[in-house]
């Protein structure tokens, strides 16, 4: 208990430090909390009802949605939504949210990334563990998806009456081999009936069998309504589903999920995928329809997630691209825009972006030649590879401009001959890049 | 003129982008008017040597590779074997690439028979390699990216190259890679004709002198490959 409480305070004044002097939070006060006392998050979860949200895509987004239902009932709510999703990260984000002297019930919102799901579900038991989806990631430091998917069921296997919330259309979340109550949502409808599997993705063989799954239809990349001709194993029965999508705008969409009617602020047919999820969460958590569908509806974007800056008289949508299922939705949410604009595309290699650049031929740029796209502004550290990549996926190459640094990109997005500009960024672009900007003063508050 | 290039388990062997050297093949064939014909050949499906000018050989997830292994012993071993001695062109890349010599060990230690094709084998390595590589042939570079944690040996073949930076074949004997014949092995992702050109207009024209005899090939604007290339030199070859 001593040891504990220390840990706590000790983190807090790391954190209030940090805060006071970085402007922002960091996960070393979890660091510094478990060095003291390894299972503090026992002590600092006591009446918190936790809800863990984990899965390749859709984290984020999904997370930011749940915490502002959440935080709109009578139970206070926090999340780690601006903060780090890794162990320590989510001890921070405890712990700033721990009060020694008021005990109260409350409600936590956790993005975790996919590996960490041992390592907090071996000191607490979540109420609930969503997963979302699983896609080739970066496999420099992910490896396969059914590891990632191996280390997610390792944390489930500690608490058998969790709850898991599961993508019902994901073919390897199916058929899993544990006890826990399971509810399942997924789509009874596809937006593009015509969609077919696509030979470059995994996943789409049986996990029971081997044999290639069936599919009524896809929704994207391995996604859908799919059974195994050969053994039977078929998608599951959901619980919540998408039976109507009415719109798909480059503003948002509108849906039918259960028989109500839902607006989505985000665009997307990936976001229909985070609503539903949240949605099931929401139902999940008892939360009240009227709260579900305000959240919906007024969902702002996410740092980075179809963010939208103004550069003078430039708008720029800012789309965050980790991996290929990711980006070709991204591809597919810029294609409902019927008015020609301009793309910048900036593919970096440090670590948090993937140190190996060959997933982008994962990548159906060969849709972008369809598009009404005016002008192609490239960077980032591995410029000439996204050069590259956009002169086979186009066939030509004199229409690509690349540019060295910030400051000529954006002299390029200021010149553009459009209106609007759609930014495609890798991790570590999108954050440097956000910084530049704020340093030459075309945006302001930077962190958040 | 055309080509048929035959791409083996596209819809299982096709990690790490690799499916950009098929797309990189077509593109240069393609500006050199030369017409591309590419065979998606997988599980049951029957492997015709007398058809195919290319052969691409990729890697994949050990899921997926389970469920190659089995079928290609079964249905497609001695005509890959056939196709390979008779000098045709075939580029196998990692997983492709170790599948393609007498066996290999995997993480677990299981010693996993391969197709017995090259007199090369695999033994497992104690960590795995994943960073950009750098290999020097002769005058000239090839970079990529490896990501693999087996160690072959090519007992006596040419290699690809030698290792600038990085781990290469087994990080022992600085070798990269290996040629036998007009067969090509190597741990080069990146997708390795994305920064490698003339590789790939070397083994387009391997292929076209073969079936049409003495075939030349017009430049093309390698600009930006080029400097993607010099950027990784840059980079990690600061003498």
Known sequence: ????????????????????????????????????????????????????????????????????????????????????????????????????????????????DEANVPLICRYVKPDIICITNLFRDQLDRYGEVYTTLEKIMKGVAYHQDTLLILNGDEPLL??????????????????DQDQQIEMNTDAKHCIVCKHPYDYDFVTYNHLGKYHCPNCGYERPALDDAVEAILEMKPYGSKVIINKEEYTISQAGLYNIYNALCAYSIGEALAIDHTIIKDVLENQESRFGRQEVIQLEDKKMTIFLVKNPAGFNQTIDTIALDQEPFTCLFMLNDRYADGTDVSWIYDVHLENLAKLPIKE????????????????????????????????????AVLAAPTPHVYATLTYTAMLEYRKYLENAGYIKDYWR | MELHICHLYPDLLNSYGDIGNILIMKHRAKKRGIEVIVHNITINDPFEPDLYDIVFFGGGQDFEQSIVSADLKENKRDAIKQYVEDGKVLIAICGGYQLLGKYYMSANDEKLEGLDVLDIYTEKGDHRAINNLIIQDQDHYYVGFENHSGKTHINGLTPLGTVKYGFGNNGDDQQEGCRYKNTIGTYLHGPLFSKNPELCDEILLSALNLKYGEVEFSPLDDTFEMKAKQAILDRYLKS
Request: aromatic share 10%.
């Open chain 1, 174 to 191: 199916g058929h899993l081999d544990c006890p826990n109550p399971k509810r399942y949502y997924g789509f009874n409808v596809s937006y």
């Open chain 1, 376 to 411: 192609y502004i490239i960077g980032g550290i591995r410029a000439y590879d996204m050069a590259v990549r956009l002169k086979i996926a186009t066939g030509k190459s004199d229409h690509l401009n690349v540019y060295e640094d910030y400051e000529a990109i954006t002299k």
């Open chain 1, 1 to 112: 208990m001593i040891q504990s409480t220390l840990a706590i305070l000790a983190s807090k004044s790391a954190s209030f430090i940090l805060k006071k002097g970085f402007k922002k939070g960091t996960s070393l006060p979890g660091k510094i909390a478990s060095k003291i006392c390894p299972d503090i998050m026992r002590h600092v979860s006591k009446r918190v009802k936790i809800v863990l949200i984990t899965g390749t895509n859709g984290k984020t987004t999904t997370t930011s949605m749940v915490y502002h239902m959440a935080d709109k009932t009578k139970v206070p709510a926090f999340s780690n939504i601006s903060g780090a999703n890794m162990e320590w990260g989510i001890i921070t984000s405890f712990i700033d949210h721990y009060r020694f002297f008021k005990k109260e019930e409350k409600t936590a919102i956790i993005e975790i």
